[in-house]
């Protein structure tokens, strides 16, 4: 898939994620963050404009600039992950295919901005990356046993389990703590035990250096929080454009134009467009909210079982 995504579109595009990658010292780096300043910010109703010409019309001259507009973000979110073990440089190219999913399934109708769209892919690709190269995360396949290997730590503090090989008591508390299987639990808990290199080994020689944990920042939220809203954001994307799609096109049109969208459409103007009465404007709003809301829920209450 990422590599239909990235055949699809422009070589600029494809260029500054080679770059990106191959950058391998300092300099290089900052080169490829001052070449990628020359792109201006666009605005909201320039977003639109480029993002409608890519979808309708696969406008290649459109994509690039709405793509490389976006360059900028990708870095900031890169650097805020740079203490992962992970070179920057990587976490920038991972960032820019993100980029470029995003470009793929953004649709400019739905009223939200591109760059906020764009966020969630780019801190999900940064997020793969980051797993595939902490070896203790790669026997961690479902979404499960990811939960556990990010959250174990603050399951046993929240329940004040201070030992390091899990009776089955303490195995059954974190699994009802964490919503996961008693197997996932005992299973990562035992590899995580494992593991050769503790985070709380002096990340250097030196007898006054500090432990790895202490190195990581800790001013922002925390990655296992972080994945676990993106997956959450993630899925309430999907669940929305679903049965948003489900609506009848007066109601969908009605919706967004008065909850997904910025600025907010008034009763006023909605009733002249459609010919109808203020009253019924808000009346197939809230008939429309309530369908939605339903559905979504219900869905979401199904893939839960």
């Excluded at 906020?116 to 690709?125: D, G, P, Q, V």
């Excluded at 948003?244 to 006023?268: F, G, K, W, Y």
Aim: glycine share 4%.
């Amino acid at each position: 898939m990422k590599k239909q995504i990235k055949n699809t579109l422009p070589a600029t595009q494809n260029t500054s994620i080679i770059a990106a990658r191959g950058v391998s010292d300092e300099s290089g780096l900052a080169q490829y963050i001052q070449s990628i300043q020359k792109y201006p910010i666009l605005s909201a109703e320039e977003e639109y404009e480029f993002a409608t010409q890519w979808t309708k019309h696969h406008d290649s001259v459109a994509a690039e600039k709405l793509v490389a507009s976006h360059l900028r973000l990708v870095v900031s979110v890169a650097y805020d992950f740079k203490n992962y073990g992970v070179p920057v440089a990587d976490l920038i190219a991972s960032g820019n295919m993100g980029l470029m999913q995003a470009l793929q399934k953004f649709d400019p109708e739905r009223g939200f901005r591109f760059s906020t769209y764009a966020m969630f892919w780019i801190k999900a690709e940064i997020y793969e990356t980051i797993l595939n190269n902490w070896s203790i995360v790669k026997i961690g396949t479902s979404a499960n046993q990811k939960r556990v290997f990010f959250n174990l730590a603050r399951a046993k503090r929240a329940l004040g389990i201070m030992d390091n090989n899990l009776n089955n008591e303490q195995t059954k508390q974190i699994a009802d703590f964490l919503n996961v299987s008693e197997s996932d639990v005992s299973r990562m808990s035992t590899r995580i035990g494992a593991r050769d290199v503790s985070l709380n080994a002096p990340a250097h020689n030196d007898p006054d250096a500090h432990d790895i944990l202490s190195n990581l920042s800790d001013d922002k939220i925390g990655i296992e929080d972080s994945i676990e809203q993106l997956e959450f954001k993630k899925r309430g994307y999907e669940l929305l454009r679903k049965h948003l799609a489900d609506l009848s096109e007066r109601d969908r049109e009605i919706l967004t134009a008065r909850r997904l969208s910025e600025p907010v459409a008034t009763l006023e103007s909605l009733s002249q467009k459609y010919g109808i009465s203020r009253e019924r404007v808000r009346q197939i709003e809230e008939r429309a909210y309530n369908k939605l809301r339903e559905a979504i829920l219900k869905d979401a209450d199904g893939g839960n079982k």
